[in-house]
């Protein structure tokens, strides 16, 4: 019985998206990572089975070697290696640690992390940062590519990107490939209507740098906020 031929619930992938990764079993992540299990077992149960072997412990599995792993019935070269390798990846990813996120403290912190991005374009492209309460970056994203002139800014997806983050904070960025830093009419619009929409959001617009070659202008520093 393969697992296109189980309940929804019973699927592993189908349950991963439907009710997230914590709600998966160990056997059922097993699966996943196999893909199939054999004509008299399903990946779950099959997945069941090899934990089973090594007393439901994912280091004592670890510990299998290839050939190990291949004596399970359904069990390839392809799948072993599978496995081992998702192991490994958890292996590395425990040694680590958690990357600290870069805290913004002025306008030049931004220039520092956006100017890679920007500096160099012939286009105009429109980026946000987002920070949480410690004014942390906790995420950044190219919001729009327009021409030499222009680029075109849609505000509803700005928030949406910034509550998918969990964001309080944005900083707005764009760059003017004709390196004069002085805003357009444009500019002082836009910064404006994102600065209202954050009100309503409880996200507070904390800068708008325009970025050329080798230098910027903060909005925040003017006081054209």
Do not use: C
């Amino acid at each position: 019985m393969s697992i296109k031929f189980l309940a929804e619930d019973d699927r592993p992938r189908e349950k991963f998206l439907l009710k997230g990764k914590n709600s998966l079993s160990d056997a059922e992540l097993l699966a996943i990572i196999m893909g199939s299990g054999n004509r008299e077992e399903s990946a779950v149960e099959l997945g069941r089975k090899i934990l089973d072997s090594v007393q439901n412990n994912w280091h004592n599995l670890s510990l299998l070697q290839i050939s190990d792993l291949m004596k399970f019935k359904g069990i390839g070269e392809a799948k072993a290696i599978s496995i081992a390798t998702a192991l490994e990846i958890g292996r590395r990813k425990a040694s680590q640690e958690v990357p600290e996120k870069i805290q913004i403290s002025s306008s030049s912190d931004l220039f520092k992390v956006l100017h890679p991005f920007l500096g160099d374009l012939q286009t105009e492209e429109f980026w946000a940062v987002f920070l949480n309460q410690s004014n942390r970056i906790v995420g950044k994203s190219r919001l729009s590519a327009g021409g030499i002139n222009q680029s075109v800014v849609d505000v509803r997806i700005l928030f949406k990107t910034a509550l998918e983050n969990l964001a309080t904070g944005v900083v707005i960025a764009h760059n003017h490939p004709s390196g004069n830093l002085k805003p357009s009419q444009e500019d002082l619009k836009i910064t404006k209507q994102i600065s209202e929409a954050g009100k309503i959001l409880n996200i507070q617009m904390l800068d708008h740098l325009i970025i050329t070659q080798n230098s910027y202008l903060s909005f925040a520093d003017e006081n054209l906020l």
